[in-house]
């Protein structure tokens, strides 16, 4: 990658940066059982048709219907839901290769930004998921700062290609799929990595922890003679 390039890693969260789907074990715990299945629903669509907004509606919704404070959503997370391993080192191999780090999630910002403050590494990731509007309800904003119903992820995708920089995406499910066909380079597992097709014209590697995405980009851009941001 030349050093006249800048280049996006876009994460996702539930799934990739902590263990399992923090945002359904929430909704699950404080607003009805119901609701995992109601989400993996709404997500199967996106395979189908990436700009459906069947899982933003059910991620509003589910939001709206929940029973508690932060703080008790944080516990049962934290307890039940911990980050991947690597992911201090992940940011930081990032930041060594210029890479500008944005998380794009149909989660919910707090427990993401809560996550990455614990690791240390709040200040050098931007969040883009489900944040409280004005009326206390749940947003998902686009790259133009309207709410967003489909295609959430893609849209930023294409934002960071329009700024012509080189997109790697880490991803584990199927809201990925589409967005992570844009990006030249793709660490995927689960449904992401069994499901990405064959067409698909960029590099795609399997990872288990953030520490192999990390050694991943150290490994192939080790060649790079990039300088920090």
Not at 107 to 115: K, S
Not at 134 to 140: K, N, P
Not at 152 to 178: C, P, T
Request: aromatic letters at 8%; hydrophobic letters at 40%; proline letters at 5%.
């Amino acid at each position: 990658m030349p050093p006249s390039l800048r280049g996006t890693l876009q994460l996702d969260f539930d799934g990739t940066l902590a263990e399992g789907d923090v945002s359904t074990g929430i909704l699950s715990r404080f607003a009805g059982p119901e609701w995992p299945a109601r989400v993996d629903a709404a997500s199967r669509t996106l395979t189908a048709n990436p700009d459906d907004p069947a899982l933003i509606a059910a991620m509003v919704q589910g939001f709206a219907g929940l029973t508690g404070d932060i703080a008790s959503y944080m516990r049962y997370a934290r307890e039940h839901h911990p980050a991947r391993a690597g992911l201090t080192e992940l940011i930081d191999t990032a930041d060594r290769l210029g890479l500008d780090c944005h998380v794009v999630s149909n989660g919910f910002e707090f427990y993401i930004r809560d996550y990455l403050r614990a690791a240390g590494v709040e200040g050098r990731v931007q969040i883009h998921s489900g944040s409280l509007s004005g009326d206390g309800s749940l947003a998902y904003l686009g790259p133009d700062g309207l709410p967003a119903t489909g295609g959430f992820k893609r849209a930023w995708s294409e934002h960071f290609l329009a700024r012509h920089e080189l997109l790697i995406y880490v991803g584990d499910g199927s809201s990925d799929l589409a967005p992570a066909q844009l990006a030249s380079l793709v660490f995927a597992r689960d449904s992401l990595l069994s499901r990405m097709p064959s067409s698909y014209q960029g590099a795609l590697r399997p990872f288990e922890t953030l520490l192999d995405v990390a050694a991943g980009l150290q490994e192939l851009f080790s060649g790079s003679s990039r300088g920090s941001r």
